[in-house]
């Protein structure tokens, strides 16, 4: 097994967190650094550690649905000097090493997954298998139906290195239509994981998002969930997401 693979499913987070632990020169396999992340290891034989800790693959996988709150970065880590709250706060008493499935922005708030299967948290990562994401999103002005009408055949797009992406939301509808005001709840669904895509998206349509929450990752729903607080899910919730993901991968290619 690939050595980022192995930190992957021992719960060190997404394989580029995992590749930046390597090539900080934080591990080591049987006493010797290694920093490449291609490096093959045997979980049976080997001693593997991170920061001069052993690393185990888990006994048990851990499924987490997360209410985080706005002003809370998603990480598990706090870089030198930032006294900003982080999602590892909330589960400092966790007897589990997890790690956020995704990110959410800095400001938006919602549903975030916490786990230590590493292979699923993959795959719910992965661009090929197009899982879908529901945000509400309070944007600036009144959005008219007609321009629902024209988010819904897409938008053309620009990251933060200046690439160029389209995005068709797979849904796009106005929440209480019948208020008026001067602000608009809309709710979106999309399959597309880029940086900050929701807030990019309204902006394109000049419709700045106020206050952006994420109410749904594929078949999961956040529900009456409150701020702040999680909770396992249930065996049927993962079996669920697990069959839903292998069915997106399906439809997407």
Known sequence: MRLNKF??????GARRKVEEIIKQGRVTVNGEEVTSPAVEVDPKKDRI?????????PKKFVYIMFNKPQGVLTAMERAPGDKRPIVADYFRKYPVRLFPVGRLDYNTEGLLLMTNDGELAEK??????????????????RVTPAEVDRMRKGALLVDDKGKKFFIKPLDVKLLH???????????????????????????????????LKRVAVGPLKLG??????????????????????????????
């Open 7 to 12: 930190l992957a499913y021992a719960g060190f």
């Open 49 to 57: 550690e991170v920061d001069g800790e052993r690393v185990r693959l």
């Open 124 to 141: 719910l990562m992965h661009p090929r298998y197009h899982v879908p994401k529901t945000y509400i999103a309070k944007v600036k002005g």
């Open 177 to 211: 239509p019948s208020k008026t005001g001067r602000n608009t709840y809309v709710q979106i669904t999309i399959d597309q994981g880029k940086n900050r895509v929701v807030r990019r998206f309204f902006d394109r349509f000049d419709h700045g998002v106020l206050k």
């Open 224 to 253: 009456d969930l409150p701020k702040g607080r999680y909770r396992e899910l249930t065996k049927e919730e993962v079996e669920k997401l697990k069959k839903a993901v292998e069915s997106y991968a399906s439809k997407g290619n």
